[in-house]
């Protein structure tokens, strides 16, 4: 690995990266073009550095960096799949990239039909009715939608319900949501086989609650086959089920929530519809509603006239208003396009059914050795327990540090809060053979280093550019960048948090 100094170690006063030529024509003085008293005093502290040490500095910074294009990244509930360069191309064209959400309708024909195509495909695969692609996220899908919810019993007197439904497998973003949108939470317990007790359900059913909101699969990687008896319950209790499709990787062509009764689906496009995602963004959390939510959508919403033309429709009186400037991440819904448009019907549904193969064909693999709390056919995804390492001292968070020095990313840890020592595994469809058998054989070989030499585990990884950070500080306190006066640092501490090689 690498060791060489980072930027605010480089340089020499006076060196510079940039030759300017003396001008050759007449130049008025600073002072006569910004007023004095926002004009430096002195230079501001900078590295002084040349072109060559800047280029390599970026150079060794990139490669340090990890992501899908440098490795296996079976992050679970993340779908951190292969992201064609053909969405980044189409991202790229001009007529996507160079315009203005402000330009007039007329202008951007295409973009607006962009966005009303994609609308209708989406609802075509989640069942619904209609879409916006107004949210920028799963989590801004999910308060859209129940806020949504909300304004839909409101409508019909019903505001005083004021309590949202949960399972405890749930992704933390659903009670941080449904907590925003000024909801209790009631959480209600896994059975068994992984899903939702139905008679904790019914215990908790009362004429409170305004909705469920659940993931199916669920972040066990599991289907919840009662999901029609489930729906018929919260809709009899008069709530509304509200499904979490940040795990649509499994259902694509498969299962559309629509017809399971669900009355309001989020998707997250930049995992499911391949967005370079991670590290804060941009996504595209577009949501779609049964056809007795639709007045209550976001707006505007794109039209098209009978006479083959677009525009932006006003939302009517019922709408919740905008929840976002302009009309979504566009060039994320343009690589979703793309992604959608390029697999077709067929394909979209061959990636599901890849999906789950690979996830399966791993978790048969290592069930040998791992604990598998829910041992069933697995959807996307699989949650193993370290439980029996942790008792021979090694955690799963040793398992997921000693995974990077195999130049693998670790799985999702520590999630679902349900299964001790979990180690969410979601390989994706994009991976091949060669790649699922390399990470069951390194995983086969950190068991057996738990049995002999767990050492090795417990202060792994010996390969990165830097060991095992402390983790609270770095989330609480991220150091993200260089501000001059911060004391020098070596080259071992100054690596931004999460990079590892
Ligand atoms: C990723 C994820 C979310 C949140 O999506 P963001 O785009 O990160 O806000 C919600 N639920 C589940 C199950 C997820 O995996």
Known sequence: ?????????????????????????????????????????????????????????????????FGVDSGFYPLGSCTMKYNPKLNEDMAALPGFARIHPLQDDATVQGAIELIYTLEQMLCEIAGM?????????????????????????????????????????????NPASATLADYEIREIRTDGRGGVDVEHLRELLDDKVAALMMTNPNTLGVFDENIVEIARLVHDAGGQLYYDGANANAILGLVRPGDTGFDVVHFNLHKTCSTPHGGGGPGAGPIGVAPHLVPFLPGPLPAKDADGTFHWRDAGPQSIGRVRANNGNFLVLVRAYTYIRFNGPDGLRRVSESAVLNANYLMHALKDLFTLPFDRTCMHEFVLSANQQKARGVTAMDIAKRLLDFGMYAPTVYFPLIVPEAVMIEPTETETRETLDRFIAVMRQIDQESRENPELVTHAPHTTPVGRLDQTLAARKPRLRWSPGDAPRTSEKSVPVGVSR
């Open 1 to 65: 690995m690498s060791t060489e100094p980072l930027i605010f170690e480089m340089g020499a006063p006076g060196r510079r990266a940039a030759t300017l030529l003396e001008m050759d024509v007449p130049t008025r003085p600073l002072e006569d073009l910004v007023p004095a008293a926002a004009l430096r005093q002195e230079d501001a502290p900078l590295p002084e550095v040349s072109e060559i040490e800047i280029v390599r500095h970026f150079t060794h910074l990139a490669e340090r960096n």
């Open 129 to 173: 009715a209609r879409v916006t692609v107004q949210p920028s996220a799963g989590a801004h899908g999910e308060i859209t939608g129940l806020m949504i919810i909300k304004a839909y019993h409101e409508s019909r007197g019903e505001g005083h319900r004021n309590v949202v439904l949960i399972p405890d497998s749930a992704h933390g973003t």
